[in-house]
């Protein structure tokens, strides 16, 4: 080795020792003759100083220092003088007094400073990704990442899984996004597909028999980025034998406390993860993935205004539709400015209005309320008992802020779901040293695809429905029938998800059948599948966790972006690579291709 000690792993105890240590040029001070170096490595900083009275030469040398030289140097461990010490450095009550000095390599200015946590363009970040993994942020994201797979590993071993590897270049398989199709250059015509999660290859390990198996499987979804998506990302892919859902929720709780109590043992987290029936978060929370930080629940409010003289509520219920909103505590006092951008905010998920309430503190209780306590533009045209009763089924308090939308009970749902997350994080409702895990269970198995006027799988469409629930999967009963699902959440976030799956030739093609999938289709895509059900394929169900997603949150990261080595920017482009990027004639040909434009 070219090194004896990490810079980090010094400290008094290394006193008078002579030791060498290698790494970059952090930052250099030249002070009355001394010449001081900051040296970085992976493990940390260590100050190295160069004396001309020790050696002349190497003084001589470090004077030619750059930020980001590779340097090795060898020298005896001091504790530094009084005054001197660094109370905030892990090596600050210590020096290195160089001997001798080599550089390893020299360093163009760079085009961001690595020192410092200076915000830097991102996309120039991307570009230069092996500079920005110098910088303290990203380095510790991917030593992070790097426990947390290493925690789920070995977990995952102690409960007698198997690591399995399964192939890149398949046939698609369905998790609701835009494959990526490599061309085949032996089979002309013919394409493979990028795994959109190895889904069908480890139900498969379950019919050759292998009851555990787990992989930190990479995914490719052709889908627009977004902050917490990448076109291909990384899954801890399960899929376990003879199960129920709560043997697989158990095993993920139990994984993921062994991660929080090894990894964030500071942070505040549930010992049990509530199961949540998927019907309540949504009633509750408007949200299959709700943040369980704060309360701010979604009430229904229909039968108290139906017959009230404010238009868009009795117009809205008498078609169908319902009221229902959730209470800002202490917002009373909004301005009307104020509350005039939480109607646009509401207008940005697609609403059409939201009628903020504000129960001002002018009054002393509730009971005491009267219409000038009030201030609302649906004031005059509601009754005292009916603001009474607003207040107390909402729960809402003098000063309080209730806001209300009406609308059909899915899209009422859906704003005041995405309302009340916004607003919660705003208010600063939500602890950011709490992990509210949680399972939400139970989804539906189909929803109606009105664009395809179809019915297309919630999960996908391997996952088994409750038992009792089969006789609903028919063409006009499939939107009742519950599946045996569940989701685990965080803070806002769905972080993985699974199901029991079917593992039955019949009920696997009815449900395909009832998704509208031709016969040929069904089984040209899935035929391989269904045989192997034929032959004594066990009951089984699984679970994938997004492993970015999870290492993002569990770090505080803003974007999955930081926690993943080499991602691609929000257009899906490499930008270190400068990939996609075109390719020779002759390659398109041998693919037996053709550009629209040749
Ligand atoms: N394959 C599913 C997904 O990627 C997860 C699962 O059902 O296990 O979402």
Redesign the pocket.
């Known amino acids: 080795m070219l090194r004896t000690h990490n810079a980090q792993s010094l400290n008094l105890n290394n006193k008078g020792q002579k030791v060498t240590v290698a790494g970059w040029v952090d930052r250099r001070r030249d002070h009355g003759g001394l010449i001081f170096i900051d040296l970085r490595d992976r493990s940390g900083l260590l100050q190295i100083v160069f004396n001309p009275e020790t050696n002349k030469e190497a003084h001589e040398l470090a004077g030619t220092l750059r930020s980001e030289f590779c340097i090795q140097v060898t020298g005896v461990i001091s504790p530094r003088p009084e005054g001197t010490i660094n109370e905030k450095l892990p090596t600050g009550e210590i020096e290195l007094l160089a001997e001798s000095l080599k550089i390893l390599n020299t360093s163009e200015t760079p085009p961001f400073y690595i020192n410092e946590e200076v915000d830097v363009d991102e996309n120039l970040r991307l570009k230069y990704r092996y500079l920005d993994m110098r910088r303290p942020t990203l380095k510790n994201n991917l030593i992070f990442r790097h426990k947390v797979v290493h925690l789920m590993r070995t977990f995952l071993d102690s409960e007698d899984f198997l690591e399995v590897e399964t192939p890149i270049l398949t046939k698609s398989t369905p998790?609701g996004a835009r494959d990526y199709l490599v061309p085949s250059r032996l089979h002309e015509g013919t394409f493979y597909a990028l795994p959109?999660?190895p889904?069908q290859m480890?139900q498969l390990l379950m019919c050759g028999g292998l009851e555990r198996y787990y992989q930190v499987a990479k995914?490719f979804r052709d889908e627009d980025t977004r902050a917490d998506r990448q076109p291909e990302f990384t899954?801890l892919?399960?899929?376990m034998s003879f199960v129920e859902p709560e043997d697989v929720m158990g095993m993920i709780e139990r994984m993921l406390l062994k991660i929080m109590d090894t990894l964030r043992p500071d942070a505040k987290y549930p010992r049990h993860f509530p199961r949540i029936q998927y019907s309540e978060a949504m009633s509750k929370y408007g949200s299959d993935k709700p943040d369980l930080r704060f309360k701010m629940y979604i009430t229904d409010i229909s039968d108290i205004v139906k017959d009230s003289e404010f238009g868009v509520f009795k117009n809205t219920v008498a078609n169908g539709g319902t009221v229902k909103g959730v209470v800002l505590p202490g917002c009373a006092g909004y301005s009307r400015a104020e509350q005039q951008e939480l109607v646009e905010l509401t207008k940005t998920y697609g609403s059409k209005g939201m009628v903020p309430l504000a129960y001002t503190s002018e009054m002393a209780s509730i009971e005491e309320l009267t219409p000038e306590t009030v201030k609302s533009v649906a004031t005059k045209y509601l009754s005292v008992d009916q603001l009474k009763e607003i207040a107390v089924r909402m729960g809402a308090n003098p000063g309080d802020l209730v806001c209300l939308i009406a609308d059909r009970e899915d899209k009422a749902l859906e704003y005041c779901g995405r309302f009340r997350q916004d607003m919660g994080l705003k208010l600063g409702l939500a602890d950011p040293n709490e992990f509210a895990f949680a399972f939400v269970v139970d989804f539906p198995l189909f929803k109606w695809d009105e664009e395809g006027n179809r019915w297309d799988a919630v999960?996908?469409l391997?996952?088994a429905p409750f038992e009792e629930d089969i006789p609903l999967i028919t063409m006009e009963n499939a939107g009742k029938a519950r599946s045996q699902t569940y989701d685990i959440v965080l803070n806002g976030f769905e972080i993985g998800?699974?199901?029991i799956r079917i593992h039955n030739a019949e009920l696997q093609e009815k449900v395909l059948e009832v998704m509208g999938y031709p016969k040929d289709i069904a089984e040209d895509r899935f035929g391989h599948l269904i045989e192997a059900f034929k032959y004594g394929a066990p009951p089984h169900g699984?679970?994938?966790m997004g492993i970015d997603r999870v290492v993002m949150l569990l770090c505080g990261a803003d974007s999955i972006r930081e926690v993943i080595a080499f991602p691609k920017n929000q257009s899906a482009q490499d930008l270190l690579f400068n990939a996609p990027s075109t390719v020779e004639k002759q390659q398109i040909k041998d693919l037996h291709i053709k550009l629209i434009d040749d």
Do not use: L, P, V
């Open positions: 998790e959109q999660s889904q480890k995914c899954q892919d399960i899929e999960h996908h391997f996952t998800g699974g199901g699984g679970i994938a």
